[in-house]
Structure formats: C-alpha cells, structure tokens
Nanobody, 123 residues
Framework: QVQLVESGGGLVQAGDSLRLSCVAS??????????MGWFRQAPGKEREFVAA???????SYADSVKGRFAISRDNTKNTVYLQMNSLTSEETAVYYC???????????????WGQGTQVTVSS
C-alpha cells in the first residue's frame, strides 16, 4: 500500500493561484506506472473529479477547471502537482490526491487516497 500526503493548501483570494503537491511513499513502480488523480469535496457536497494524469503524462480535466488548472507529475520525486489559477470561491474544498489501480486515466479506478488539504478561496 502507498501513503499519499498532500500539501500546499491555504487561504487565498478569488483570482489567486495555488499549487498543490502530493507525495507518494513506497516503491518507484508503485507511483511511476499508475495514474494519479486530484479530487475535491466542498462542504455538503459529494466528492468530485478535478484532474488526472496517466503514467505517460496524458491528462484529463473536469470541464469546470479546463484552461485554469494543470496537473503534472515528477516521477523522480514520486510527486504529483495541481497548479490552480484564477480560483473562485466556489472552489473552496478539501482537495485529495489518489492513486489509480492502473496506468491509464480512461475509466480509472482509484485505490489509495491522501488525507486531503484544505483550499479556501475568499470572495
């Protein structure tokens, strides 16, 4: 099993940017050859997909964040990032990273989850 630890959350104003990081512990293969995803859960709402990246750097985004968010990964550091620009107050949520059960993002399932990092966007 892999442990995922998110960081980079905080309190920002609408229009600001944040970069989230998620570090995976464990063997290199447990990270490098797996899809990784970012999800978020706002108060009173269900968890929703934000972005994902496959082992070969293919990416996928929720429609609401396309053009503003960017997911990336550094396999040498077992780390996945989420660059978030032009944040809105509606994006206040706990952001979670997750490790996929396979290498690709199409139809991916996720089996390991971090504890989350709080992002609060003030209007």
């Amino acid at each position: 099993q892999v442990q995922l630890v998110e960081s980079g959350g905080g309190l920002v104003q609408a229009g600001d940017s944040l970069r989230l990081s998620c570090v995976a512990s464990g063997s290199v293969s447990s990270f490098t050859y797996r899809a990784m995803g970012w999800f978020r859960q706002a108060p009173g709402k269900e968890r929703e997909f934000v972005a994902a990246i496959s082992w070969d750097q293919s990416t996928s985004y929720a429609d609401s964040v396309k053009g503003r968010f960017a997911i990336s990964r550094d396999n040498t550091k077992n780390t996945v990032y989420l660059q978030m620009n032009s944040l809105t107050s509606e994006e206040t949520a706990v952001y979670y990273c997750a490790r996929g059960t396979g290498p690709i993002i199409h139809g991916a399932h996720y089996e390991d989850w971090g504890q989350g990092t709080q992002v609060t966007v003030s209007s």
